[in-house]
């Protein structure tokens, strides 16, 4: 598997560990520093990201990626596309899709999320 194939596998694992609120596995994915950005300005450290999804107050389906792509460079490696949620709220059931920007380094032999931007 190459560099790139490693990021979106990384990536799609991410978005489905966030479906589970699987905070464990997460917290072992995020790179020493991380940072989660919204639209509104707003910053996130490690902890508030984790304490954000373990805070949904609905009943998460699933969360899968669409139209992924990534761009591996020297540095790192960006990761762009759509991030959908099907959730239930109120015995209702409703899709959420929003843009994303992931930025992974390599941490100890192994890609981790260092920078993730929320679009939506």
Do not use: C, H, Y
């Amino acid at each position: 598997m190459d560099a790139r194939d490693e990021v979106l596998e990384l990536s799609r694992r991410i978005a489905e560990a966030i479906g589970r609120r699987d905070l464990g596995w997460l917290s072992g994915m995020l790179a020493p520093g991380f940072v989660q950005r919204t639209l509104a300005g707003d910053a996130n450290d490690a902890a508030a990201f984790l304490r954000a999804i373990e805070g949904i107050d609905v009943e998460i389906l699933f969360v899968r990626l669409e139209r992924v792509e990534v761009d591996v460079r020297d540095a790192g490696a960006l990761a762009t596309g759509v991030q959908l949620a099907r959730v239930r709220v109120n015995g209702e059931e409703a899709e959420d899709r929003r843009g994303f920007v992931d930025w992974f380094v390599r941490v100890k032999g192994g890609w981790r999320l260092q920078v993730a931007v929320d679009l939506g």
